[in-house]
Every structure is written in C-alpha cells, then in structure tokens.
C-alpha cells in the first residue's frame, strides 16, 4: 500500500515535465510573433500632438488596426513584415519590422508628416468675362413686377414676420444660451436686482408718461404687445 501511494507523486511529476515541455515547443514555435505597439504622432509641429484613428495595415495580408484617440496602437504582427501608417491628410508612412529581434515585444513612435496638395486656381464667373458681366446686367429688362417683389420681400413688417417665424440656428441658440449662462454665474450667490428699484427706469416711466405716450397708444386702439416697453416691464 506505501507503494501504491509513492507511485502517485512520482507520476503528478511526470505530468507537471510533459506540460512544460509542451509549453516549450509552443513557444519556440511562435518565436517570429511580435506584439508591435507605440504611437503615432504629428511631426510637423513642435508640439507633437497625436494623430487619432490611423490606419495600421499589415501588407500582403488581411490584418490591421488603428490607432486610438491618443494615438496608441498595439498588434500581433511576424518578424520582417511591412506595416503601413495610412491617415487623411497625412502622408502614408511603412515600417519593416526588424527580423533580428530577440523579445517578443517592440514599441516605436511613429511620425506622420502632413500631406499638402496645391490645387490650381479656378476662377468661376457667370460669363465669361466682367466686361461681358457688366454689358448684362445693364441690359437687364426689370419690370414692374419684379420691382414689386422686391419691395414686398424688403418690407419691414415682412422682415418682422420672418423675424418672429424663422428658428433660431445653432449659433444664435447657442450664444443665447451662454449669455443666460453668464447672467446666472453673475449673480451667482445673491439675488438679482430687480428692475422696479431702479432710478434710470422710473424716470424713463415718468418721462414717457409726461410726454403723452400711454395715452397717443391707447386712443389707436393698438394691442398690448405693440405697447413700448420700458425697463420696469409696463
């Protein structure tokens, strides 16, 4: 029975050898992989600021990569192999990897030179010269009918309409939104004055109200928002 039990070590060891010694041959085997990493950088500037989403492509092959925001890649790549460094506006960059490695690892950092294409000149015009410009236009025929139209479009209570109807765009959104921003961090741990204490706004409401303004809107029969407004907001 001891015997029994002495065989068991002994046969775990030779277990544990015949392991090793696979793990060995895999090793040996895939001694020509690298695992190839750096970064791609801007090198036309002295700040070196990374290139972001580069294209890495391993040729004549199927593999590749790119680079992430801050420029960083990492790849399996087989000594010897070209890899090429491909982003817009930038020139394409190959690099041999080195067959005479001796560790599985090799970082470098890659600099990409900014690829600057001069396109000729292109000069568009309606006709083909000023003076041919200058002749058509005086020798345009504008009717009533147009002129109609452009008063029309030009009209300030048209303007005003437009003014009232059409959205705002991003830019207009956007500054509106800072400003209401400011206003706020402005005032920011106290309270806003208020416009019914102000001196300047009291005497513009008793100067309009000398001057008959209130009354000359009320006898046109004008609706309230046409009514000028004041500081005090009546």
Same mark, same amino acid.
């Not at 989403?53 to 420029?71: A, C, K, L, M, P």
């Given at each position: 029975?001891? !015997? ?6 002994? !046969?775990a ?9 696979q793990?060995?041959? $895999? ?6 992989l /690298?695992? #190839?990493?750096?970064?791609? +950088?801007?090198?036309?500037t002295?700040?070196? +600021? ?18 992430? !925001?801050?420029?960083? #890649? ?7 192999? =070209?890899? $090429?460094?491909? *982003?817009i506006? %930038? ?8 067959d ?8 470098i ?7 600057t /294409? ?17 002749? =058509? ?22 303007? *005003? ?15 509106? %939104? ?9 005032? /920011?741990?106290?309270t806003?004055?208020?416009? /019914?204490?102000?001196?300047v *706004?009291?005497?513009? #409401?008793?100067? *309009?109200? &000398?001057?008959g303004? !209130?009354?000359?809107?009320? &006898?046109? &029969? ?8 004041? &500081? +005090?907001? #009546?």
């Amino acid at each position: 029975m001891k !015997f029994k039990y002495l065989l068991l070590p002994i !046969f775990a060891l030779l277990m544990v050898s015949e392991m090793v010694a696979q793990v060995q041959t $895999e090793v040996s085997a895939d001694s020509n992989l /690298i695992q #190839f990493s750096g970064m791609v +950088l801007d090198g036309t500037t002295d700040e070196l +600021l990374p290139v972001p989403y580069t294209n890495i492509f391993i040729q004549e092959s199927s593999r590749g990569t790119y680079s992430d !925001f801050n420029g960083f #890649f990492s790849i399996v790549v087989e000594k010897g192999e =070209e890899v $090429e460094f491909s *982003a817009i506006g %930038y020139q394409t960059v190959t690099f041999v990897i080195p067959d005479t490695l001796t560790e599985q690892r090799y970082s470098i950092v890659q600099l990409m030179s900014v690829d600057t /294409i001069n396109l000729p000149e292109a000069i568009v015009f309606p006709w083909p010269s000023r003076d041919h410009f200058k002749q =058509e236009f005086l020798a345009m025929d504008v009717t009533r009918e147009m002129q109609d139209r452009a008063v029309a479009n030009l009209a300030s209570d048209a303007l *005003a309409r437009m003014r009232n109807s059409v959205p705002a765009d991003g830019n207009e959104s956007s500054d509106f %939104y800072l400003r209401q921003q400011a206003r706020s961090y402005y005032h /920011i741990g106290q309270t806003p004055p208020m416009n /019914i204490f102000s001196p300047v *706004a009291w005497k513009q #409401f008793f100067d *309009a109200w &000398k001057n008959g303004d !209130f009354k000359r809107k009320k &006898k046109k &029969k004008k609706k309230k928002s046409e009514l000028p407004e004041n &500081k +005090l907001g #009546f």
